[in-house]
């Protein structure tokens, strides 16, 4: 008779600590955090919000539509300039991992939460791992690119989510063996909830009829922190508003600027509050076209073959122009108006989705982890 094996030596689970702060974060968030949970035998999950981000409609709205967990710590940072902000991040979480001790810390994307937490992480000697690392855009005159360029400097495992992300990294020196494509976290979060949002009724409550509306979003302080590009932008977009209905859930920053230097002016814009995930996704599935300065909506109308303005003058996600559905229209009004123009006139193409974009990067991130964890865990 075979000699039985000797018992295994009970394993210490891997302790993460993962990191949320603002809107565009949640949605990256939630699928790490049900995979981990999955996996509840190999990892302890701490989840830690930075309050970068605090009112229901950008916060507390997306973990009920998610299913996040309420997390297990609230910095309650608030807002601030970005030095405060960033400093009262950095401040708040060192006590956090000084207290919970994590093999490692996970962040995602490039809000001003994400730097806070990889620098007091990576002083206090914790690997970080970044989830949608290497994306660029350039102009360095944006805040997350510098968050970018600073979290990947100082990150032990870079998950990229194209390949563009690649090339920029070992570019700037990185290893090749910390980098990982894994593909899109945030796609894994869409596809998992398309079905839902499609059961909405938030069309029919706006009064809108599918592939005839338009959906906006501003937020980006090269756009709206400037009364004279506020004006131009409102001006023609105004007048895409005679044509077809432009829903416009307005971000508090662009509200703050509308309130104070638009006051009285006529903008012919279906201006809502801030939408929900759920809603909001609804909303772009059935667009004819989406106008946006945001980064994540770009992927978004790529994943679901909607066409895409983008009113900036660079994209950080080249891989949604070369095979999706985004066009980097800039922000001077005339440029915008042909666009739209364009845009009208031809069947919108709907692009195909970027490698690896399956909704499994979870997964694949959490694959990652366990196995370089895994073994130091057990040592
Ligand atoms: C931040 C991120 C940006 C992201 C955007 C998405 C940085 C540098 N920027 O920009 O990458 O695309 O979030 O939303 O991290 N406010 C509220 N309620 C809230 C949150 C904010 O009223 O729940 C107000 C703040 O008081 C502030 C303004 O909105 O006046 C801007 O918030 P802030 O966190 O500074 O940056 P965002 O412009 O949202």
């Not at 869409?190 to 909405?200: G, I, K, S, T």
């Amino acid at each position: 008779m075979p000699a039985p094996h000797p018992p295994e030596p009970a394993r210490r689970r891997i302790r993460l600590l993962a990191v949320a702060g603002a809107r565009p974060n949640f949605m990256k968030i939630a699928p790490l955090r049900t995979e981990l949970a999955r996996r509840r035998d190999r990892f302890e999950a701490i989840l830690v919000h930075t309050g970068q981000h605090y009112d229901q409609a950008m916060s507390e709205s997306f973990f009920r539509d998610l299913g996040i967990p309420e997390p297990d710590v609230n910095l309650g940072v608030g807002s601030g300039s970005h030095g405060e902000q960033t400093a009262q991040v950095l401040m708040a979480i060192e006590k956090i991992l000084l207290e919970r001790r994590p093999d490692a810390v996970l962040v995602v994307g490039d809000v001003n939460s994400t730097l806070a937490a990889t620098l007091a992480a990576v002083k206090l000697h914790i690997p970080v791992a970044h989830v949608e690392a290497g994306l660029r855009s350039f102009d360095r005159a944006m805040p997350e690119e510098i968050n970018r360029i600073l979290t990947d400097a100082v990150s032990g495992w870079l998950f990229t989510t194209e390949p563009s992300a690649e090339t920029h990294l070992l570019r700037e020196g990185v290893a090749r063996e910390r980098i990982h494509f894994v593909g899109n976290v945030m796609i894994d979060t869409l596809l998992a909830h398309r079905e839902r949002a499609r059961a909405l009724d938030t069309l029919e409550r706006l009064g809108l009829e599918a592939g005839r509306y338009a959906v906006l979003t501003l937020h980006r302080p090269s756009n709206v922190d400037s009364p004279d590009q506020l004006r131009r932008l409102f001006g023609v977009l105004s007048r895409l508003g005679d044509r077809m209905p432009v829903v416009f859930p307005v971000h508090p920053r662009t509200a703050n600027a509308i309130r104070n230097n638009l006051q009285g002016e006529r903008l012919n814009l279906r201006m809502t509050e801030p939408l929900g995930y759920l809603e909001f996704l609804r909303l772009l599935m059935d667009a004819r076209m989406v106008l946006t300065d945001s980064g994540g909506i770009q992927e978004e109308t790529t994943a679901l073959g909607v066409p895409c303005l983008t009113l900036r003058e660079s994209t950080e996600r080249p891989v949604t122009v070369t095979e999706g559905t985004n066009t980097i229209v800039g922000t001077d009004p005339t440029a915008i108006e042909a666009a739209i123009e364009k845009q009208l006139a031809s069947p919108p193409p709907t692009g195909r989705r970027p490698a690896l974009w399956d909704g499994r990067a979870a997964a694949r991130i959490v694959d990652v982890l366990e196995r370089d964890l895994g073994q130091e865990s057990s040592r």
